[in-house]
């Protein structure tokens, strides 16, 4: 059973819709996950509570790349180095595995977050305005290179 609250964004109604869209999308993926190109790591406390997960969904890793996903750290997690944690297990599982590119959709306003993911290395790709959760949010892609690209590659003469 997967139980989500809104914890950082105030969303008001749109916070059950959000839910819904998550918990569907999640289950969606666990149900098609390939160990071979995904990864789902859940960290909890020894009693079995829930500190935090990390995703990266492999499924267009050799198109767009590798889509890193739901990733959260619950308030009582947060400030305590899970955040890299698990950021830098998710960045070595895609470098394992060759992985050229990683991105991921956030909204601005959640600065922590997004100074992790700039000290990784993400640069912020787009930015649009966006309604679909209620309020309208500033929607934000950051992408990460993994790999350096052959300068050769795409040169002409030879």
């Not at 959000?18 to 859940?42: S, Y």
């Not at 619950?74 to 899970?82: C, D, F, N, V, Y």
Request: hydrophobic fraction near 40%.
């Amino acid at each position: 059973m997967v139980r989500m609250r809104a914890i950082t964004l105030k969303l008001g109604p749109s916070a059950q819709n959000l839910g819904a869209k998550v918990a569907a999308d999640l289950a969606g993926f666990i149900l098609n996950m390939n160990p071979d190109q995904d990864l789902l790591f859940v960290a909890k406390r020894p009693d079995e509570r829930f500190l935090g997960s990390i995703v990266i969904d492999g499924a267009d890793y050799a198109g767009r790349g590798a889509h890193l996903r739901w990733f959260i750290v619950s308030p009582e997690a947060q400030r305590t180095g899970l955040g890299k944690q698990l950021l830098d297990r998710a960045l070595g599982f895609c470098r394992e595995r060759g992985y050229h590119r990683i991105y991921l959709y956030t909204f601005a306003g959640l600065d922590s977050a997004r100074r992790l993911y700039e000290q990784a290395g993400f640069k912020l790709k787009e930015e649009q305005d966006a309604e679909t959760w209620g309020p309208k949010m500033r929607e934000q892609c950051f992408e990460m290179e993994l790999l350096p690209h052959d300068p050769f590659e795409n040169s002409e003469g030879g």
